[in-house]
């Protein structure tokens, strides 16, 4: 059974630093990545992704990928009160779980706190 | 777009009562999936289609009906409602299997 695990947390980060947020994945053919936010009573929405070939930055967010160590991590500078929220990270694994292909993590909540 | 849209939002069902979830997705994607969300338990997919007038299983299928007769359309069917499937559903589409999931707003299931 291929996985995707994270940190439950709660990760709290005081106004301005940066939150680091961690995943790992077991399948190792595996080669696109996705980071979803998710606001409490919310559904998740795509906050950015990433394949096998390269890092991806886009405004405060930048997502980074070690395929070494089979792990993708999500970088918020400048972490605001509003990134209060889970992070689910999705990895596409090769090896079609239930033909989606796309698995989800349990996600981690980050608090910053003004 | 409209994108991802289901109703109702939330729903007090008693128990042995049938309902269906309605999901629409104005966005010509060929995939539709049905998640459950438990508190600090992820997503568990529990169907899904990769197009009209086929649908296939997930993780946590037992107690649930799909049927996809339009690529709009997945609805979800709960037959006899049970107080274990109390929890958040949340439809998601996609242009095909491993791209982005785009998802609806969710519907809040009550079982008592």
């Known amino acids: 059974q291929k996985e995707v695990e994270q940190n439950s947390g709660p990760l709290s980060v005081p106004e301005g630093a940066i939150a680091s947020l961690n995943c790992t994945y077991s399948d190792r053919g595996s080669q696109s990545f996705f980071w979803y936010r998710q606001y409490s009573g919310k559904s998740p929405e795509l906050i950015m992704f990433?394949?096998?070939?390269g890092d991806k930055e886009d405004g405060r967010f930048t997502a980074q990928l070690n395929k070494a160590s089979q792990y993708v991590s999500l970088l918020i500078r400048d972490s605001q009160p509003s990134d209060s929220a889970t992070y689910l990270c999705?990895?596409?694994?090769?090896?079609?779980?239930?033909?989606?292909?796309?698995?989800f993590g349990k996600g981690t909540t980050l608090s910053v706190s003004s | 777009n409209a994108g991802v849209t289901q109703t109702p939002k939330f729903r007090i069902l008693k128990i042995g009562q049938s309902m269906t979830l309605q999901c629409t997705q104005d966005m010509n994607h060929n995939y539709m999936y049905w998640y459950r969300q438990d508190p600090g338990m992820g997503l568990k997919l529990i169907y899904y289609?990769?197009?009209?007038?086929?649908?296939d299983k997930g993780e946590v299928p037992n107690g649930y009906n799909v049927s996809r007769s339009t690529t709009e359309d997945f609805p979800l069917r709960l037959e006899l409602a049970a107080p274990s499937q109390t929890s958040v559903y949340f439809c998601a589409s996609s242009y095909s299997k491993g791209e982005t999931q785009y998802f609806g707003p969710g519907t809040r299931l009550l079982v008592l």
């Open positions: 999705a990895v596409n694994s090769r090896a079609n779980q239930a033909g989606t292909a796309l698995i």
């Open positions: 990433i394949y096998s070939n």
């Open positions: 289609s990769v197009g009209a007038g086929i649908t």
